[in-house]
């Protein structure tokens, strides 16, 4: 469902569908993580040798800008988000992993003001150990 809205959306704003952009969608929709177009790219690598790592990118990032993905900036990495509701992220300071958790509530009221007009956003990164790190290190 949500492959073939984004094929529509994709068509209606004049993209084209190929095959390596169908294929970027699969993988990345299906996926449970948070890929890097990098990750994309060497999964895709195997059925489309001819596939470049800027189609990934302009893939994921035409998904970003027409509102079917975020973009997470981490350190010096981008990672690409297939859920778009609001919700927060724990990053794994060990194995770099990110998870997604409940949206964390702030209460925007009481931030000082002084120096903000309007938000348009709010992203939360929590950092700490993962359970899977912890119980590798304890082992």
Known sequence: MKKLFAINKLRE???KITPQ???ILDLFLKS???PSAESIYNTLKENFPYISLSTVY???NTLVDIGLARAIFLEDKTYFDPNIEPHSHFVCEHC???Y???PVSIDL???KTEY???IHNLDVYIYGICKECTYIKAQ
Do not use: A, F, P, V
Request: proline fraction near 0%; hydrophobic fraction near 25%; charged fraction near 40%.
């Open 13 to 15: 704003l004049g993209y």
């Open 21 to 23: 952009r169908e294929y």
């Open 32 to 34: 449970k993580e948070h």
């Open 58 to 60: 302009n893939t994921l």
């Open 96 to 98: 770099g992993k990110i």
């Open 100 to 102: 997604d958790l409940e």
């Open 109 to 111: 009221k009481s931030l």
């Open 116 to 118: 903000i007009s309007r």
